[in-house]
């Protein structure tokens, strides 16, 4: 029998790095599960949601689709979507934190404004690189394009929303609906989400962005790394992530066990890698002798 003394001095290098990201993964699959079978449905019964409910719902619905596409891909091979999904888990939780934490309703309005304006930017662009290179596009290529800027009127009301949200900037149109870069809404959350930036985003950020960093002198047990990596991350984000949002939409109210549900998960991969030290330990431990 294994005792907990065996355990507390049981060394958990004698696993595999393989073994110990299986366990990760199993939590990333755990998490998907339960969001899937208590939160979504709950959310998708919500009836008139305000426009604060709105942006912190949708947010949250591609948090989980990001969760779901990470479980049903287990294969290690897998580490650069992993590696991926991770970094967007991160920023959406940005997003879902500031929504949050808008008491003003200034950053509401903001997201909300910003999707036509960032339309407007990209139909600009494309109208313009084909009066620059007409010889590689044809006038129907754009024709959906110019209708888009052409609308009356269009053009005033997205440069009055950029004046009233984001003011009169050199870069002229935002980048982002906050206005900020990354580390600056890492910033302005606090030390831990800032943190996270400078200790994870760039590790992230080499495996999706061009150049040799993402893989030069990576190995085996780096691809193994990487994807436990990425889903350990995906899980803190995606759970801190559902607990704003079940606070929000007043979930935790009527299931008042959550935070302790959502504690539990955040153990998932101990417990898994507990029970693999346990049958390591039994099959090590001297068996005692019969004389």
């Not at 003394?5 to 990333?28: H, M, P, Q, W």
């Not at 009836?47 to 989980?64: L, S």
């Not at 809404?185 to 831990?192: I, V, Y």
């Amino acid at each position: 029998m294994v005792t907990l003394n065996d355990l507390e001095e049981a060394e958990v290098t004698r696993l595999s790095v393989r073994i110990r990201v299986e366990a990760f993964y199993k939590g990333t699959v755990e998490v998907s599960k339960f969001a899937g079978s208590v939160i979504i449905p709950i959310l998708k019964g919500q009836i008139r949601p305000n426009d604060k409910e709105k942006a912190i719902v949708g947010t949250y619905y591609r948090m989980y689709l990001w969760m779901r596409l990470m479980a049903d891909m287990k294969s290690r091979i897998h580490f650069q979507v992993a590696a991926a999904a991770a970094r967007s888990l991160f920023e959406l939780l940005l997003d879902i934190k500031i929504l949050a934490d808008d008491k003003t309703g200034e950053f509401i309005e903001r997201f909300h404004a910003f999707p036509e304006i960032e339309k407007f930017r990209v139909a600009e662009n494309i109208i313009s690189f084909y009066h620059k290179h007409r010889d590689y596009m044809k006038p129907s290529n754009i024709s959906q394009q110019r209708k888009f800027v052409n609308k009356p009127g269009r053009q005033e009301a997205i440069k009055q929303a950029i004046l009233k949200y984001w003011g009169a900037t050199k870069k002229g149109k935002p980048k982002h609906w906050t206005g900020k870069s990354i580390q600056g809404r890492a910033h302005d959350l606090g030390l831990r989400y800032e943190k996270l930036y400078v200790r994870l985003f760039p590790i992230l950020s080499w495996h999706i962005h061009s150049g040799s960093t993402g893989y030069a002198g990576f190995d085996e047990q780096g691809i193994e790394a990487c994807f436990g990596v990425s889903h350990s991350i995906a899980q803190e984000a995606f759970l801190d992530a559902t607990l704003i949002c079940a606070e929000e939409m007043k979930i935790s109210k009527v299931l008042d066990w959550l935070p302790n549900v959502i504690a539990d998960l955040r153990l998932t991969p101990v417990r898994v890698l507990t029970e693999k030290q346990i049958e390591v330990l039994k099959k090590t431990k001297p068996k005692p002798s019969t004389d």
